[in-house]
Structure formats: C-alpha cells, structure tokens
C-alpha cells in the first residue's frame, strides 16, 4: 500500500512538471533544418583572417601560435626572401588533432588567426580534416575579428594597488621553543629532561 501511494505520488510530481512546460517556448533545435547561432567567443573551427582591403593574409610568419600549440596541430612552412624576411609557404592546420583549446589564437598578436563560430565541418575521410593555406583563408574571410588591446606594462604598473611596505616594529611574542612545539599544552618549566628513568615510565610525576 505504501509503495502504491509513492508510485502515485511521483506520477502526479511527473505529470504536474510536464504541464508546466506544455506552454513555454520549445529549446530544441530541429538540425540541420535550423541551425543555432554560437556564440561569439565560443571556439570552432580554426581559421586565418586576412586584410579587408587588401585581401592578403595578416600572418606575419612569427611561428608564436605553432609553439602555443599544445597538440602540434599547426605546421607551417616558410621560404626566406633576400633580405632574411620570412615568406609564408603553407599554413597547415590538422583539425584531427586540434583540441580546441583557444591557445594559438590567444598567441597571435597580429589578428591573424581565429577560432570562428563555424561548426559544420565532419567528414568520415580524416586527411579532410588537415587544412591548408587557402581552405583557412577562405573559410576565415566572413569572420569579423579586433584584436583586443593589451594593457602596456606602465598601464598595469599604474592598476596594481601600492603596497605599504611596513617593517614589524617588534618581535612576536610567544616564541615556541623546542619544548612548547613538542608539547604545546604544558609550560616548558614542567617538562623535565628525557632520563632513563622517565623513558620507562614516561606518564609518572614528581
Ligand atoms: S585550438 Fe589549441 S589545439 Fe587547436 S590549433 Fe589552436 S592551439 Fe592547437
Ligand atoms: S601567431 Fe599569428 S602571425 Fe604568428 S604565425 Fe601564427 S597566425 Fe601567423
């Protein structure tokens, strides 16, 4: 009978919290027929951004993001033109071993690189998944991205509260000794000398 009562009881909880719902706005989305809209500092895909005038690459070949890279999942190759200046070859990213992380463009200072909001990229063959040069730059150029300005370091000097550089007028004064640490509870008059009187029967007083 009790059991009967609780199955009953939980019926109407489960029906009392699926009518609640009955009239709120549905959460689902219906992929692929609608599509959601991430959010602007989630990380997707990785993607190289280029001039809006020019159309070129802003990468400047610094290779900051590749070392940020904890997967090495970013290659790139580089030629040297006469004057030592780097000249990029190919920008190789391998999106089977990115994890995601955010880290290379965290590193690039040149609003080179982003982790667009774009999300709709599988495929049951894994090389699809290396992208080079012109597959970054071309899924990148819709991508709207501002580096955001870095603080200088006098600007962070000036933000850091002052701190009172104060020298302790005196010493503190309960100085454990050797004894007290041992046996914090008992003044250090009480305790006596290990003897080997007292080591056999260390409990016994005076
Ligand atoms: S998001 Fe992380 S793992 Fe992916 S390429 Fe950038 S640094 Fe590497
Ligand atoms: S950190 Fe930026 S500028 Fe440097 S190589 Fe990577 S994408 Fe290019």
Redesign the pocket.
């Known amino acids: 009978m009790k059991k009967l009562l609780s199955a009953i009881k939980n019926l109407v909880v489960g029906l009392f919290t699926t009518g609640k719902h009955l009239g709120r706005h549905a959460v689902t989305v219906q992929y692929p027929t609608e599509k959601w809209t991430m959010p602007e500092r989630s990380r997707g895909i990785v993607v190289?951004l280029s001039d809006k005038e020019t159309g070129e690459?802003?990468?400047?070949?610094?290779?900051?993001?590749?070392r940020?890279c904890p997967t090495a999942a970013?290659d790139?190759q580089y030629d040297k033109d006469e004057k030592g200046k780097r000249i990029?070859k190919d920008?190789v990213v391998d999106h089977g071993l990115c994890c995601f992380c955010g880290l290379?463009e965290e590193?690039?200072?040149?609003?080179?690189?982003k982790m667009a909001t774009k999300y709709e990229f599988s495929t049951l063959n894994k090389e699809d998944l290396v992208w080079h040069t012109d597959k970054l730059q071309e899924v990148g150029r819709d991508v709207p991205y501002e580096k955001p300005e870095r603080k200088k370091p006098e600007a962070k000097a000036a933000a850091k509260p002052a701190v009172k550089a104060e020298a302790p007028t005196e010493p503190p004064k309960d100085t454990a000794t050797a004894e007290t640490a041992v046996n914090p509870g008992k003044p250090s008059e009480e305790l006596k000398p290990l003897t080997e009187e007292n080591k056999e029967n260390p409990g016994e007083g005076n």
């Open positions: 190289l690459l802003n990468c400047t070949v610094c290779m900051l993001c590749m940020a970013i790139i990029l920008f290379c590193a690039c200072n040149f609003a080179a690189l």
